[in-house]
């Protein structure tokens, strides 16, 4: 059952590329979504059994970020049906610098969305070190097509960066492997088996380890300053992609982070590895605030908040086992925005034909839908109440409070705030203002998935689900847990 | 026997020299693909006596991959794309070798700080493999052409393979295949992009990517 969930969308990727018909690629798209979603439900009801010796588990914190790939994905796949229909094929006059550019075969970007979505699911169920490397990277190849869709000199040099950056990064992961390896020597490298042994390994090299998963890994997750390629591939690539990328993606990473930090806690050395996340987590959030300032491209922008709430992740872990169950919480309530945010900007991008903020002017008129999803994510995004951004938000700062880190909480509040004043400037200015041309009528595929998941979002902010509560719970425990 | 992995890891020490040193594409493929047969051999050396079939089918896929196969795909696209022959370094040949050394103190400083362990080669291995990794982030950063900077990405995995050979890490067999087919892949679509960027471009240039920035 769990091998089912990598190895059917891993097989239709082969498939697409076989496929001539777009109609076919489009639905098959969808039909993958749906058995994903529904697979990924019934684990929630029923924990499947582990697969390949315990390899393969569907875990709390695996199981949290499995849904957000399978909501994000079936939505990116509905999007996708509406947003391929509408991409002229041959080639065309790019609005950007007037050179003629063609877009990849669709049967390639299908192909690889598939692969991409088999990989992510492999990386969030694999309860192995080595498995989950394999895995992480082959995110990294599986993806890299997808921002090179549009085929001009800047999404290609966002594909180079991402590709380079962070294998780079990720081969640094690689050698922590081999420094949790020298910990333990003979040891195996799965979750339970470095958890059991936890007290006899050496605390240098598990210390080393830590450090080398938190630069390779935290490359691919943004945290700064090793986000350098994120904002690039994020606005040069697809919406749809885009909005995977940062919902679902940047997770993935984190969840290698979080893995050792179990290891770490269940060593006695929880401490080491905290007070690192909680540096990377301010200093990410301190970039993102100072870059959102005045930014004039609103792909951009939302790449930047994205390495905002990756810090904002890696903070609440940082902040004891309140701040963790909040930035679990944090990470549902962002993925699902964010992934909405994108969406929304695609449809954006599509109308005004430019990613220049302040040439978009009456969203809201000529776009009436997405104009208001654009607000609301702005809202939702930035933590207002009722959203669910809000409360996460919250718990991570009385979390600061109650361990007495006031100067922690102080950055936290400042840059939040710095974030939603630039975001706030940017996005009303589209959002409102007088437009010069007729609205125009949006398509359900375009608006529909966007608008589930503000609701999703709303939901949240009202309601956390009480399996979902258990397990952010049990996340934050186990992440945590002191042992030796 | 362990005079034959400490001649072994001289080698690799001497060829990180050479790879800052040259300023041929072409020889950096080729001193890279000695790399990769020595990376291959190096477990067989060591453990010629024991025959290890599972050991024996690793070392060899591994050296067969970056002794044979990369250099010959990146020969292949050096050929195809038209690419000028000349390194075309940001930092100059001399200045390279200098940093060159003091990576290598710095490897040797760094392997000295590390805790004992159980080790499968010499200990002297450690500070080769730290050197030859931190040439080739200095190949990716230093370096102006796309393909020297997949070559960086290849000797760094190379310094990367050597440490966990050193260790003598248990990987289950399984994952090292998959390891090992990712980097296959990553140097695959990385020589996609540079086709691209070659046509793009008419020159693989990585200067010439530069039109993304705040």
């Not at chain 1, 939505?75 to 609005?95: I, Q, T």
């Not at chain 2, 990376?39 to 002794?67: E, W």
Request: glycine share 10%; with cysteine; hydrophobic share 55%.
């Amino acid at each position: 059952m769990i091998l089912s969930l990598i190895l059917v969308p891993a097989a239709a990727g082969v498939a697409a590329f076989l496929i001539r018909s777009s109609l076919l690629l489009r639905v098959l798209l969808a039909a993958v979504g749906l058995f994903h979603i529904i697979f990924t439900a019934k684990a929630w009801l029923i924990r499947p059994q582990p697969a390949l010796g315990g390899w393969l588990a569907a875990d709390a914190p695996g199981l949290i970020f499995l849904s957000l790939v399978s909501v994000l994905f079936l939505a990116a796949a509905v999007y996708g049906a509406g947003y391929l229909k509408g991409e002229p094929s041959g080639e065309r006059m790019d609005f950007e610098e007037g050179d003629l550019f063609s877009n990849a075969p669709e049967a390639r970007f299908v192909g690889c969305l598939l692969f991409f979505l088999a990989t992510m699911t492999a990386a969030c169920l694999s309860r192995h070190f080595g498995l989950f490397w394999v895995a992480t990277e082959a995110t990294t190849l599986s993806s890299a097509p997808l921002i090179f869709f549009h085929r001009h000199h800047r999404s290609l040099e966002a594909t180079w960066k991402y590709l380079l950056i962070c294998s780079v990064g990720i081969a640094l992961a690689l050698l922590g492997n081999s420094f949790l390896a020298a910990a333990g020597p003979g040891l195996p490298m799965d979750l339970d088996g470095l958890l059991a042994q936890a007290a006899r390994l050496n605390r240098t090299w598990l210390k080393g380890a830590f450090l080398l998963f938190l630069i390779g890994y935290g490359t691919k997750m943004g945290l700064a300053p090793l986000h350098t390629w994120l904002p690039d591939a994020h606005s040069e690539s697809p919406s749809l992609v885009s909005a995977l990328l940062s919902g679902a993606l940047l997770n993935c990473s984190f969840l290698g982070i979080l893995r050792l930090q179990q290891v770490l806690s269940a060593a006695g050395e929880a401490a080491f590895g905290q007070e690192l996340l909680v540096i990377f987590g301010l200093m990410s959030m301190g970039v993102a605030a100072a870059f959102v300032q005045g930014q004039g491209d609103y792909k951009r922008m939302l790449a930047y908040s994205s390495v905002e709430h990756m810090g904002v992740l890696a903070l609440g872990v940082g902040l004891g086992s309140a701040g963790a169950f909040g930035a679990m919480l944090h990470a549902v309530n962002h993925s699902v925005i964010k992934a909405m945010l994108f969406l929304v900007a695609g449809n954006i991008l599509s109308v005004y034909k430019t990613k220049s903020a302040l040439e978009v002017r009456g969203a809201l008129r000529i776009l009436p839908l997405s104009g208001a999803l654009w607000l609301a994510g702005l809202l939702a995004i930035s933590g207002s109440p009722p959203f669910g951004a809000f409360l996460s938000e919250f718990v991570i700062l009385k979390a600061a409070l109650d361990q007495g880190q006031i100067l922690v909480a102080v950055f936290y509040l400042i840059f939040l705030a710095m974030v939603f004043v630039g975001m706030a400037t940017t996005v009303l200015g589209m959002a409102l203002g007088d437009a010069s041309r007729s609205p125009h009528k949006e398509g359900w595929s375009r608006t529909f998935p966007p608008a589930i998941l503000a609701a999703c979002s709303l939901l949240l902010g009202i309601h956390i689900p009480e399996p979902l509560r258990a397990a952010l719970k049990t996340t934050a425990h186990v992440v945590l847990q002191q042992g030796g | 026997m362990s005079s034959w992995i400490e001649l072994a890891v001289l080698f690799l020490i001497l060829s990180n020299f050479a790879l800052l040193g040259a300023s041929r594409v072409t020889t950096l493929i080729q001193v890279a693909a000695g790399q990769g047969i020595l990376l291959g051999l190096l477990p067989l050396l060591a453990h010629a006596k024991q025959g290890n079939l599972r050991l024996i089918a690793v070392a060899l896929i591994a050296g067969l991959l970056k002794g044979v196969i990369f250099p010959v795909m990146l020969g292949r696209a050096l050929r195809e794309a038209n690419i000028r022959r000349e390194v075309e370094p940001f930092v100059g040949y001399s200045l390279s070798l200098i940093l060159g050394v003091f990576a290598l103190a710095c490897s040797f400083w760094i392997a000295s700080r590390l805790p004992a362990t159980a080790l499968f080669l010499s200990r002297k291995a450690l500070p080769a493999a730290f050197s030859t990794i931190l040439t080739g982030f200095f190949m990716i950063v230093a370096r102006r052409k796309a393909l020297t900077q997949v070559l960086g990405y290849l000797v760094l995995e190379n310094g990367i393979y050597l440490f966990s050979i050193s260790l003598g890490q248990k990987i289950p067999f399984a994952v090292e295949l998959g390891v090992l087919l990712d980097v296959f892949v990553a140097v695959f679509v990385m020589g996609i992009a540079m086709f691209h960027i070659n046509r793009e471009f008419d020159h693989l240039d990585v200067g010439q990517l530069s039109a993304l920035k705040d």
